[in-house]
């Protein structure tokens, strides 16, 4: 029988951290200012191994490293865009693949991060579901994405990544048991403002529910992608489980909660869900919460033959909704040349090594 896995550093919540810590020295009769030292090469000095934690004894390296893991991901692939998008493809401990991408902007970076290694949802337009789903990734390797790119931006001198999103592969929601503590790790530990941080879903409505009560402002982004139940249902099969009236109950319990910003995310598919008669009741939903409203332009996706719709049609629907006093905006396609959409890069490669959906 397998020895269990040493305890991950990464995934333990700074409490649970500290605690672990002093455990592990006061057991070899070390100081208790040890822990300290160890969470400020975790959580500022990015450190990979306990190699790296110089101010420790050599002895003390040695039997961390034999006490404890940090299950940081390790880059598989790098594509970079023309427009400054980064993808990265990491590769778990185990194997399984998973991505995130740096978006840069005049007044910030955001990183896109993963919370699974592919996607049960399955929702027609995304290439995520398209390579199934392998697992939940835990906590670690949630923090350790960000972790990682940190340090690749750092490291190039472009400053430092100063927006998290929930919006890389997997339904964050879904992965309850290691979101939690990863928002607490990021956000304590790590230091990411709340309000920096936002979480996506396709509406999972104990998740909603769950997040309301969490008294930190973490924002919230659904993907709504059609306001007609009958259409969403045909987009994102989830509909079927919890319909978009309990989705937007959940959602107006999380805007009671107070402070807590909604993005509505609607990607327009040319003939599928762009019809200007959607505006209004669009429209209606948004104002409901107060949600702010993401127009995106769809990404072709291998087993689709859908298209974006037309740019003149994507300003019609910002400007009907802006007439009817709700804010909206077009979310401007990056990275189309790296495939950076969620799940292109991993489905890429599972095409390459013959696995992922056939038809």
């Not at 939690?180 to 941080?197: D, F, K, S």
């Not at 077009?330 to 992922?356: F, H, N, P, S, W």
Request: hydrophobic share 40%; proline share 8%.
């Amino acid at each position: 029988m397998a020895d269990p896995p040493l305890p991950d550093l990464l995934s333990l919540e700074p409490d649970e951290l500290h605690q672990a810590l002093l455990r592990h020295f006061e057991g070899r009769g070390q100081p208790g200012y040890r822990a300290g030292q160890v969470q400020r090469w975790i959580y500022e000095g990015l450190a990979r191994t306990p190699e790296e934690m110089t101010d420790l004894p050599a002895p003390e390296r040695a039997a961390l490293g034999e006490a404890f893991r940090l299950d940081e991901p390790a880059e598989e692939r790098l594509s970079e865009s023309r427009d400054g998008t980064v993808k990265h493809l990491w590769r778990l401990s185990d194997g399984h693949l998973v991505e995130s991408v740096l978006i840069p902007t005049e007044r910030r970076l955001t990183l896109c991060i993963s919370s699974q290694a592919g996607c049960a949802m399955g929702c027609t337009f995304c290439a995520t579901g398209w390579g199934g789903f392998d697992r939940q990734l835990t906590p670690g390797e949630i923090v350790g994405q960000y972790r990682a790119s940190r340090r690749w931006v750092e490291g190039r001198d472009l400053g430092t990544v100063t927006n998290l999103v929930f919006m890389g592969m997997g339904e964050p929601l879904a992965n309850r048991g290691a979101l939690h503590p990863a928002l607490t790790i990021l956000n304590q530990g790590y230091r990411v403002g709340a309000r920096r941080i936002t979480v996506s879903t396709v509406g999972v409505v104990p998740g909603i529910l769950e997040l309301a009560e969490r008294p930190e402002q973490f924002r919230l982004a659904l993907s709504l992608h059609a306001p007609d139940p009958e259409l969403r249902r045909g987009l994102i099969p989830l509909e079927k489980r919890y319909p978009l009236p309990q989705v937007m109950s959940a959602l107006r319990r999380f805007d009671e909660a107070g402070g807590k910003r909604i993005t509505f995310e609607y990607t327009l598919i040319r003939g599928v869900n762009d019809a200007m008669e959607l505006v209004p009741p669009l429209a209606d939903l948004a104002r409901e919460v107060g949600a702010f409203v993401n127009l995106i332009p769809f990404n072709p996706i291998p087993y689709q033959d859908w298209r974006p719709s037309p740019a003149e049609r994507i300003r019609a629907f910002a400007a009907g909704l802006e007439a009817r006093g709700v804010e909206a905006a077009v979310r401007e396609t990056r990275g189309r040349d790296i495939e950076a959409a969620c799940g292109q890069l991993r489905a890429q490669v599972l095409v390459q090594m013959g696995k992922g959906r056939s038809g």
